[in-house]
């Protein structure tokens, strides 16, 4: 088993159409899900559709992005499995123990830490506020990131690799797996509490991540993992909020009825007035 899985993951960057599967099988999945069993009623600016169109604009942006970073991604890996470098390598733990390293390593750096980074660090929240503004967190929401943002994540996410020498098949397991979480922890979907607290022990869970979504801070400020909710758990960063108080935006830093102006966003980090 492991051999077929590890054959095809290794090979899956040099098939674009397989990998865009992924992403747009998640979205489309969880679209219909959330349309059926919706956590909090959503009041788009014009409809649905409008929205998700804005979204994917910058959905868009970070995939072309990405493939320009995915050859240094390539690159790096290999050297790490050429010259032997990296967590993996020295303990020697096998394709099992890689994977769970390569995993914990990719998920700290390229989720956690580059997430409270945008947070703590003024000049970085000007890009992830982008995020932020989008009053109706649904599927969409997901890759809504602005350009630079998407550039910052894999430079963290290049720390992550360099670390644990995550070999291409773990990568690319590893950024499936998180395609498809985003488009999951981000949908407005209703889930049983106790299925939701349950995966919220070891899992990022919807109803933990709409918390981080929650217009007013500290809540904002918590809740920064992006598959693993340990790294929350362990660094004092984890806050609950029933889902019934949720209300989606930013309490300063950008006007909220601009959340679906698509020009407005891209250019709005840039501007000299203090966010």
Same mark, same amino acid.
């Not at 649905?48 to 320009?68: E, P, Q, R, S």
């Given at each position: 088993m492991w051999a077929r899985i590890i054959e095809y993951f290794s090979t899956l960057e040099h098939h674009p159409a397989q990998r865009m599967a992924f992403l747009v099988g998640g979205l489309l999945i969880f679209w219909i899900i959330e349309g059926s069993i919706p956590l909090i009623p959503l009041q788009y600016k014009k409809n649905k559709l409008h929205h998700a169109i804005v979204n994917m604009g910058f959905t868009v942006i970070h995939l072309i992005i990405h493939t320009f970073l995915a050859i240094f991604i390539v690159k790096l890996s290999d050297w790490c499995k050429a010259e032997q470098?990296? $967590? +993996?390598?020295?303990?020697?733990?096998? #394709?099992?123990?890689?994977?769970?390293?390569? %995993?914990?390593?990719?998920?700290?750096?390229?989720?956690?830490?580059v997430h409270i980074a945008e947070h703590k660090v003024h000049f970085l929240w000007r890009f992830h506020i982008i995020h932020h503004s989008d009053n109706n967190v649904d599927v969409t929401t997901g890759l809504r990131h602005h350009p630079v943002e998407s550039v910052l994540r894999g430079l963290f996410f290049f720390m992550g690799i360099f670390l644990s020498g995550a070999p291409?098949?773990?990568?690319?397991?590893?950024?499936?797996?998180?395609?498809?979480?985003?488009?999951?922890?981000?949908?407005?979907?209703?889930?049983?509490?106790?299925?939701?607290?349950?995966?919220?022990?070891? $899992? +990022?869970?919807?109803?933990?991540?709409? #918390?981080?979504?929650?217009?007013?801070?500290? %809540?904002?400020?918590?809740?920064?993992?992006?598959?693993?909710?340990?790294?929350?758990?362990?660094l004092g960063t984890y806050k609950k909020l029933d889902p019934k108080q949720i209300r989606y935006g930013l309490d300063r830093y950008y006007p909220n009825e601009k959340d679906e102006d698509f020009m407005l966003l891209m250019k709005k980090p840039f501007q000299k007035k203090e966010l």
């Amino acid at each position: 088993m492991w051999a077929r899985i590890i054959e095809y993951f290794s090979t899956l960057e040099h098939h674009p159409a397989q990998r865009m599967a992924f992403l747009v099988g998640g979205l489309l999945i969880f679209w219909i899900i959330e349309g059926s069993i919706p956590l909090i009623p959503l009041q788009y600016k014009k409809n649905k559709l409008h929205h998700a169109i804005v979204n994917m604009g910058f959905t868009v942006i970070h995939l072309i992005i990405h493939t320009f970073l995915a050859i240094f991604i390539v690159k790096l890996s290999d050297w790490c499995k050429a010259e032997q470098f990296g $967590l +993996v390598y020295w303990m020697n733990v096998g #394709v099992s123990g890689t994977i769970i390293i390569s %995993f914990l390593a990719l998920d700290f750096f390229g989720g956690w830490l580059v997430h409270i980074a945008e947070h703590k660090v003024h000049f970085l929240w000007r890009f992830h506020i982008i995020h932020h503004s989008d009053n109706n967190v649904d599927v969409t929401t997901g890759l809504r990131h602005h350009p630079v943002e998407s550039v910052l994540r894999g430079l963290f996410f290049f720390m992550g690799i360099f670390l644990s020498g995550a070999p291409m098949y773990a990568v690319m397991i590893f950024q499936t797996l998180l395609v498809l979480s985003t488009a999951f922890t981000h949908a407005n979907i209703s889930m049983p509490g106790w299925l939701d607290k349950l995966l919220g022990y070891i $899992l +990022v869970s919807p109803n933990m991540h709409k #918390v981080h979504h929650h217009w007013k801070q500290p %809540f904002t400020d918590s809740n920064y993992g992006a598959i693993f909710s340990i790294w929350d758990r362990l660094l004092g960063t984890y806050k609950k909020l029933d889902p019934k108080q949720i209300r989606y935006g930013l309490d300063r830093y950008y006007p909220n009825e601009k959340d679906e102006d698509f020009m407005l966003l891209m250019k709005k980090p840039f501007q000299k007035k203090e966010l």
